[in-house]
């Protein structure tokens, strides 16, 4: 896959993503992320969550996250839910409680952060990422999915 194409961010395994996500210019991601396919390509990322999560490593995690990608093709910001309760996860595609934990970054740096390409403490430290709420279990977010590295 060295020819890019914006439409193979959504048709492709975690690991093939992670790889594609890695070798693609920022310039470049942040152009399909302000496109047409920012919303399959979230809604790809978001709907692999529940099978990348790692109930052996949550215990008794119970939290509702909130994942604000800004840079939406309007000027807005896209949310996501993620709840982790019980040794589950959902998504929600509208917020639908309060969070614990409110994480705001923009589409570039999302995708490398789902991707295993950047740490999100040092996102957070640099001020890439804006976290809000509890900023133990942010510091932890990335333990309890299996992230594929690219």
Not at 50 to 79: E, K, M
Not at 97 to 126: C, I, Q, W, Y
Request: hydrophobic share 40%; aromatic share 6%; glycine share 12%.
């Amino acid at each position: 896959m060295t020819d890019f194409d914006p439409a193979n961010f959504a048709n492709v395994g975690p690991k093939e993503f992670a790889q594609l996500v890695k070798s693609t210019p920022d310039s470049k991601l942040n152009e399909v992320m302000s496109g047409e396919l920012r919303g399959k390509i979230l809604g790809e990322v978001f709907g692999r969550m529940p099978q990348l999560f790692r109930a052996d490593r949550a215990g008794s995690t119970n939290a509702v996250i909130h994942w604000n990608i800004t840079g939406a093709p309007d000027g807005g910001t896209d949310t996501y839910e993620v709840v982790v309760a019980d040794g589950a996860c959902t998504v929600n595609e509208t917020p639908q409680h309060d969070p614990r934990l409110s994480l705001t970054l923009g589409p570039v740096e999302f995708l490398k952060v789902v991707s295993g390409g950047a740490n999100p403490v040092m996102m957070f430290m640099t001020g890439k990422l804006k976290a809000k709420g509890d900023l133990g279990l942010a510091a932890n977010i990335a333990n309890l999915f299996d992230i594929p590295k690219g």
